[in-house]
């Protein structure tokens, strides 16, 4: 039962209540009219110490399609937090009005204090460069519903895998499961840190390559979950120059990938995937990003104890 | 010499030498109204040199602390001038407000009542995870 608990890093469910929750998810994307009163009369507080539009309209979309209401606030120079008000003091303030929290922070572990702050579920919507567990589960329901599971898949891993929290996070969720194998495509420099590969992959005996050919790694994987490289991350203009475009997918390359290969992006793009890729039917970010909204909908429900 | 007995107190033994300042800093005891008597760089059969600290009527220190910086250090309990009691020190599972997060990233350094929690994850080395930010730190190393 998820009922009262927190959501602070992908590891905090055990593969049973992840399924769960999916289960959950996936019928209400069946049938979306039989919720929207599942939450009738509960309210969230959405606390955003720093704008991220995209997070924060994906979980009040999910809450106010089950009925139930949002407060909150977006930016914190708007708010008490201007004050100097403490996080504990603001959640436990927070926690006498809403049924549940969601907080992102620039701070590292700010969700973890208001946790413990309250009784009240507290959701992580980003700490910092630490985690993002409901772009977790967003990646974790969409590889679930187009590929119906997780073992015996070959995920690769493109673009920048040292700052790219949402690739930890997901190579630490899917690493739960069998016969995993991970293709990590990457420039050297931005290689996966040493903790991912030590504490996560070896530690756990996962099979996982690292090459720079994009290419090359395209024709083994059933997903390819593709992230940002950017530009001030590269230590010259000539390596950032001589790589830009090994790593842009684009049709030609789609050519080289399995018929069933899905394509993940935790949104937004710049430049990493071509416009022209999204026709083809391998391209699930957008659905990924609906999928989102959904799964947090039946996080919701499940924190508030409510049967669906 | 006060520093060779004392009735009542504790001395910490076998501290590797130029361990024992850092000890009597996360100890915090009140230097001002204790009388504590810090040896450094005696000769040692085991190890060469050692640092030992003596600290007359004061029975319970924190040995977290011990175990976290300096976990081989053998600790007497004396009474009457008798070693009563000597104490195994243990890398301890998890320390609360003793070493301080130094990740500039971490909600520790915005939150200040929140308490500075450290777990265990590797014995051997010594290495503590943040409770908050995840942020490793090595404590046999120069923290
Ligand atoms: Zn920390």
Redesign the pocket.
């Known amino acids: 039962m998820l009922k009262g608990r927190d959501l602070l890093e992908p590891m905090d469910f055990s593969i049973k209540e992840l399924e769960d929750m999916f289960d959950l998810a996936d019928r209400i994307i069946e049938d979306p009219a039989k919720y929207v009163h599942a939450c009738d009369g509960k309210l969230l507080a959405t606390l955003f110490y720093e704008p991220s539009t995209r997070t924060r309209f994906s979980f009040e979309a999910a809450m106010l399609r089950l009925g139930g209401q949002v407060i909150g606030f977006s930016e914190p120079n708007s708010s008490s937090v201007a004050k100097g008000e403490s996080i504990a003091d603001t959640i436990k303030t927070v926690a006498c009005y809403a049924d549940l929290a969601v907080m992102r922070h620039p701070k ?2 700010a969700p973890k204090v208001a946790a413990h702050s309250t009784e009240m579920p507290v959701i992580n919507a980003g700490d910092g460069g630490h985690q993002h567990p409901t772009q977790t589960l967003t990646d974790l329901l969409t590889i679930r519903r187009t590929l119906n599971g997780f073992d015996n898949i070959t995920v690769g891993c493109c673009g920048d895998l040292k700052f790219g929290r949402t690739v930890h996070s997901l190579i630490k969720a899917l690493s739960r499961y069998k016969n995993v194998k991970f293709v990590l495509i990457s420039p050297e420099e931005l290689r996966i840190p040493d903790y991912v590969r030590k504490e996560i992959l070896m530690k756990n005996g996962i099979e996982f390559e690292e090459v720079r050919s994009f290419q090359e790694a395209l024709p083994k994987l059933d997903v390819l979950y593709m992230t940002r490289v950017q530009k001030e991350r590269f230590f010259n203009e000539e390596d950032y120059i001589r790589l830009k475009d090994t790593y842009i997918l684009d049709k030609s390359k789609m050519k080289l990938a399995k018929e069933k290969m899905i394509v993940l992006h935790p949104l937004p793009r710049v430049n990493e995937i071509a416009v022209e890729v999204d026709e083809d039917p391998r391209a699930m970010y957008f659905v990924q990003a609906k999928n989102g909204m959904f799964v947090r909908m039946a996080l919701i429900m499940s924190l508030l104890g409510i049967e669906g | 010499m006060l520093v060779n007995s004392i009735e009542k107190g504790i001395v910490i033994d076998h501290i590797t030498a130029g361990l024992g300042a850092k000890i009597l800093e996360y100890l915090d005891i009140d230097l001002a109204n204790n009388t504590v008597a810090f040896i450094m760089n005696a000769s040692s059969k085991k190890h060469g040199k050692k640092d030992i600290v003596k600290i007359q009527n004061v029975i319970d220190v924190n040995l977290d602390v011990l175990g976290l910086i300096e976990p081989n250090a053998t600790v007497n309990i004396i009474e009457n001038g008798q070693i009563i009691k000597k104490i195994e020190l243990q890398v301890p599972e998890r320390v609360t407000n003793v070493i301080k ?1 130094k ?1 500039p990233r ?3 350094s915005v939150e200040i009542n929140a308490p500075h929690i450290f777990h265990l994850i590797d014995a051997e080395n010594r290495e503590y995870r ?4 995840d ?1 490793i730190v090595c404590m046999k190393g120069d923290y």
């Open positions: 590292e572990g | 997060c990740n971490c909600v520790t943040c409770e908050y930010c942020e």
